[in-house]
Nanobody, 123 residues
Framework: QVQLVESGGGLVQAGGSLRLSCACSGGTFSVYHMGWFRRAPGKERDLVAAITWTDGKPYYVDSVKGRFTIARDNAKNTVYLQMNSLKPEDTAVYYC????????????????WGQGTQVTVSS
């Protein structure tokens, strides 16, 4: 059974940084397309960043470009999200997700989800 466990969330002041980690167990991480999503209070769950399993190519939504960096370490079965220059509007629960053997930016096609980690950015 595949499990994704996020860590690294917390409370930070605007302009600060956090690094989220997502450890994968029980599956073949190297064939998983990995994504980070977030759900802010009262809003939909949205994709923030993703990284392909084929060539490690990253993808970012416009609101985080230049501030967030997604990376994966296949040897450690872990995907990371480095978040810099955080803003209050980045406050949300952040989820990592895995899609097996495909490349997708659509939540519907992700097969496995973590439990989420809270990120709160104070102004």
């Amino acid at each position: 059974q595949v499990q994704l466990v996020e860590s690294g969330g917390g409370l930070v002041q605007a302009g600060g940084s956090l690094r989220l980690s997502c450890a994968c167990s029980g599956g073949t991480f190297s064939v998983y397309h990995m994504g980070w999503f977030r759900r802010a209070p009262g809003k939909e769950r949205d994709l923030v960043a993703a990284i392909t399993w084929t060539d490690g190519k990253p993808y970012y939504v416009d609101s985080v470009k230049g501030r967030f960096t997604i990376a994966r370490d296949n040897a450690k079965n872990t995907v990371y999200l480095q978040m810099n220059s955080l803003k209050p509007e980045d406050t949300a629960v952040y989820y990592c997700a895995a899609a097996e053997g495909i490349v997708t930016m659509t939540a519907l096609f992700y097969d496995y989800w973590g439990q989420g980690t809270q990120v709160t950015v104070s102004s």
